[in-house]
């Protein structure tokens, strides 16, 4: 079975501390996605790689940062967290898609908090 | 913009009836549709998926209809279970062009009612 891992379930920084979110897959996937979840808004793209050391914005990638040093790891960085970040934080991975795109699979989430 | 959404936010369904959620998308350039679940304190999981060249795909308990002419996209949940509730994405994949780049509808919810 495909594994997804978040480093955190629960999270909680104050406004402006830098704050590190991470994701591992085991299936060696090249793709890997940051979203957030917010109610009503379903889920968002953040940012997204395709391969070590690349990385492209997503829709809402103001005030996300994000570092791909290695194939199964992807890491989203919050450089100074607002409250506005609040939100639950899902990472996902897939196949690199030839004709098209394939099913991605999901962590479990870090719920964030930033008071 | 183009969005992927939903007609029906929350879905009563007695157990044992089929239930039917629903989704319109936008992008006519979108060719892979997928349906997630999403049980509380969870991550999205996947159930079902079609491309644009199927119409219907069925799996265990779960059928995807989809129609291009009007862009709308359902899914139907047989004989309702109550690990049946929770809320239900549809996403399209954006094409080739777009990064095969997903994008979700805001959600579905189903309560299931013993």
């Known amino acids: 079975d495909v594994k997804v891992t978040q480093s955190s379930r629960y999270l909680v920084k104050r406004t402006g501390e830098k704050v590190f979110l991470e994701c591992v897959q085991d299936m060696d996937h090249e793709n890997m996605f940051w979203y957030r979840q917010d109610p009503g808004l379903g889920l968002r793209l953040i940012y997204f790689?395709?391969?070590?050391?690349?990385?492209e914005k997503g829709d809402i990638p103001e005030g996300y940062s994000v570092s791909r040093e290695k194939k199964e790891r992807f890491s989203l960085i919050l450089e100074s967290a607002s409250t506005n970040q609040t939100s639950m934080y899902l990472c996902?991975?897939?196949?690199?898609?030839?004709?098209?795109?394939?099913?991605?699979?999901f962590g479990p989430g870090t719920r964030l908090t930033v008071t | 913009g183009e969005s992927v959404g939903l007609h029906l936010p929350t879905l009563s369904v007695q157990e044992g009836d089929n239930s039917i959620i629903n989704c319109a998308y936008s992008n006519s350039a979108s060719d892979y549709f997928i349906w997630y679940k999403q049980e509380s304190g969870k991550g999205p999981q996947f159930i079902i998926d079609?491309?644009?060249?199927?119409d219907k795909r069925q799996g265990q308990r779960v059928t995807v209809l989809l129609n291009k002419t009007v862009k709308h996209l359902s899914l139907q949940i047989a004989a309702t279970q109550p690990g049946d509730s929770a809320v239900y994405f549809c996403?399209?994949?954006?094409?080739?062009?777009?990064?095969?780049?997903?994008?979700f509808g805001g959600g579905t919810r189903v309560l299931v009612k013993p």
């Open positions: 996403a399209e994949n954006r094409g080739k062009a777009a990064g095969n780049k997903l994008t």
């Open positions: 790689s395709y391969d070590v050391k690349m990385k």
């Open positions: 996902a991975s897939s196949k690199a898609g030839g004709g098209g795109g394939y099913e991605q699979y």
């Open positions: 079609i491309r644009s060249n199927m």
